[in-house]
């Protein structure tokens, strides 16, 4: 018996394992050829950006980041972004007809833009490479399964129930809200996927209209939320691991920022005043960063630096026949992208300096589109 599964695992098992492994090689060797030699039309960064240092960003040492992580945390955030439109989705739609597919396509095409421009420019982070490759993996591997899943034995079970949405379908919107909602303050990881297992069987009933999708949707949302909570367990273990505890700041230096403005934004927290109504100071990060950056901007208050850096990333969302002025500002536009779920919508990123990043924003606010995330490394 031990024999015989020995040679099983020998003839069997670790073929499988070596083709997959041969696979992924080829595939990170061929998109790295392909990506990191990209001339995207964009200039090198300001010369400033290269060599400004000023003791005033010492203060917050421990929070100095490199540049590239601005960019780098594109694709992270690009899987908020498709979280977030998939939220939006499921409430009046089924789900067989998310483009889960066209999402991993974008994934990879924004990474690979961004893997060219930063090699363009001479930086090379090899944890922000691996951060990408390891969560676009995980990113595709769960649309593709989810993708595969809908569009066949999904698509059978919402012919059941003649294309109506049932309790079920209900309840899993609600949780893709919960988890869009989440993932903008908190990484994705902390989520109680767990939780929304135990209230998917405490919320929902065991008979009802429709019984083969309910059951159908019981069963498989139960997967979901199972495995779901598995990997991100495994996630929080390795990040914790990798990175240690990730702090939850952006040291920022500030500029013509009057007392009063701390008073009315209370979680931004002066760490040293280095000249009058000048500042360094803490700043939550992710999407508190722009609500709040967004907010100082209107108040007139300037950013001489964030996270010792002088050049960032940031991204809006506006119609598809909007027009942004570049010369009335200092942005340079990087990117545009669609938003597969609204198609008169798309996603332009432009980078800017820090010490325009007041300006901008309030051009971009002035010009109408939202201003959807400023990327705090």
């Known amino acids: 018996m031990r024999e015989g599964v020995k040679r099983f695992l020998k003839r069997r098992v670790l073929p499988f394992f070596l083709i997959c492994f041969g696979a992924l090689v080829l595939f990170v060797a061929v998109f790295w050829l392909k990506c990191?030699?990209?001339?995207?039309?964009?200039?090198?960064?300001?010369?400033?950006?290269?060599?400004?240092?000023?003791p005033a960003a010492d203060v917050g040492e421990k929070n100095r980041r490199p540049v590239e992580d601005s960019y780098f945390?594109?694709?992270?955030?690009?899987?908020?972004?498709?979280?977030?439109?998939?939220?939006?989705?499921?409430?009046?739609?089924?789900?067989?007809?998310?483009?889960?597919?066209?999402?991993?396509?974008?994934?990879?095409?924004?990474?690979?833009?961004?893997?060219?421009?930063?090699?363009?420019?001479?930086?090379?982070?090899?944890?922000?490479?691996l951060s990408s490759f390891v969560l676009g993996g995980s990113f595709a591997l769960e649309y593709t399964i989810r993708g595969a899943y809908e569009?066949?034995?999904?698509?059978?079970?919402?012919?059941?129930?003649?294309?109506?949405?049932?309790?079920?379908?209900?309840?899993?919107?609600?949780?893709?809200?919960?988890?869009?909602?989440f993932v903008y303050i908190r990484p994705f990881y902390e989520f109680?996927?767990?939780?929304?297992?135990?209230?998917?069987?405490?919320?929902?009933?065991?008979?009802g209209k429709h019984p083969i999708r309910k059951w159908e949707r019981k069963f498989i949302l139960s997967v979901d939320y199972g495995i779901e909570a598995l990997y991100a367990e495994a996630m929080q273990a390795a990040s914790h691991l990798a990175y240690g505890a990730e702090s939850d700041e952006t040291y920022t230096w500030l500029e013509s920022a009057p007392e009063n403005v701390f008073r009315e934004f209370p979680r931004v927290k002066i760490i040293q005043?280095?000249?009058?109504?000048?500042?360094?100071?803490?700043?939550?990060?992710?999407?508190?960063?722009?609500?709040?950056?967004?907010?100082?901007?209107?108040?007139?208050?300037?950013?001489?630096?964030?996270?010792?850096?002088?050049?960032?990333?940031l991204t809006v969302v506006a119609p598809k026949n909007w027009t942004f002025d570049l010369?009335?500002?200092?942005?340079?536009?990087?990117?545009?992208?669609?938003?597969?779920?609204?198609?008169?919508?798309?996603?332009?990123?432009?980078?800017?300096?820090?010490?325009?990043?007041?300006?901008?924003?309030?051009?971009?606010?002035?010009?109408?589109?939202?201003?959807e995330h400023i990327y705090d490394y």
Request: contains cysteine; glycine residues 4%.
């Open 327 to 371: 010369s009335a500002s200092d942005a340079t536009l990087l990117f545009t992208e669609d938003i597969l779920t609204q198609p008169n919508l798309q996603r332009l990123a432009f980078e800017c300096p820090v010490r325009s990043l007041h300006s901008v924003l309030n051009h971009l606010a002035a010009a109408g589109p939202k201003i």
């Open 151 to 181: 569009q066949t034995i999904g698509r059978l079970s919402e012919w059941t129930s003649l294309h109506e949405l049932v309790e079920e379908d209900a309840y899993a919107a609600r949780v893709a809200r919960e988890y869009a909602d």
């Open 73 to 129: 945390s594109y694709p992270e955030w690009y899987i908020v972004w498709s979280y977030e439109e998939r939220a939006q989705y499921l409430p009046k739609n089924l789900p067989s007809g998310f483009p889960y597919f066209a999402s991993i396509g974008q994934y990879w095409k924004s990474y690979c833009f961004i893997c060219g421009l930063t090699q363009s420019r001479h930086q090379f982070n090899f944890g922000d490479h």
């Open 36 to 54: 990191a030699f990209l001339k995207p039309a964009v200039g090198p960064l300001p010369q400033t950006s290269l060599s400004e240092k000023n």
């Open 192 to 207: 109680h996927f767990a939780h929304a297992l135990k209230q998917l069987w405490k919320e929902t009933s065991l008979w």
């Open 273 to 313: 005043e280095t000249a009058r109504q000048s500042y360094v100071v803490s700043v939550p990060r992710y999407q508190e960063f722009t609500e709040l950056a967004v907010a100082m901007a209107k108040r007139d208050v300037h950013f001489a630096q964030i996270a010792g850096n002088d050049e960032i990333m």
